[in-house]
C-alpha cells in the first residue's frame, strides 16, 4: 500500500521560506503527475503546483508562480515545494497528491502557517 508522506511545513514570517517534501513509502513514483494542493478551512481546496514525473515538465497556479517550484528527486522518490516570498494567504493545510489508474493517494496534510 503506497502513502505519500509530507514534510517540511512550519511557522515561517512572511517574505521567509520553506521547502515541503513529499515522499511516496510502500512504492516508487513511476509515472503520471505528482501535485501539491492546499486548503484553508472554510474555504475550496486549491490547485498549487504539478510535476510530471518523467518528464518533470510543471504547472503552478497564479498565486504562486515565480514563488514556488515544484521539482523532483528521481534518486530519492521525492517531489519537493520551495516556497519562497511567502506571505500570511499561502497559511494552509499543504497536500500531496498522486493519482494513478488505479488508486488516487494522498498525504495527510501537513501545515504551512505565515505570520505577517
Known amino acids: 500500500q503506497v502513502h505519500l508522506v509530507e514534510s517540511g511545513g512550519g511557522l515561517v514570517q512572511a517574505v521567509g521560506s520553506l521547502r515541503l517534501s513529499c515522499a511516496a513509502s510502500?512504492?516508487?513514483?513511476?509515472?503520471?503527475?505528482i501535485g501539491w494542493y492546499r486548503r484553508v478551512p472554510g474555504k475550496e481546496r486549491e490547485f498549487v503546483a504539478t510535476?510530471?514525473?518523467?518528464?518533470?515538465?510543471?504547472g503552478d497556479s497564479t498565486s504562486v508562480k515565480g514563488r514556488f517550484t515544484v521539482s523532483r528527486d528521481i534518486a530519492k522518490n521525492t517531489v519537493y515545494l520551495p516556497m519562497n516570498n511567502l506571505e500570511p494567504d499561502d497559511t494552509a493545510i499543504y497536500y500531496c497528491?498522486?493519482?494513478?489508474?488505479?488508486?488516487?493517494?494522498w498525504g495527510q496534510g501537513i501545515q504551512v502557517t505565515v505570520s505577517s
Open positions: 497528491t498522486w493519482p494513478t489508474p488505479s488508486n488516487y493517494y
Open positions: 510502500g512504492g516508487s513514483f513511476d509515472s503520471y503527475n
Open positions: 510535476i510530471r514525473w518523467i518528464s518533470g515538465s510543471v
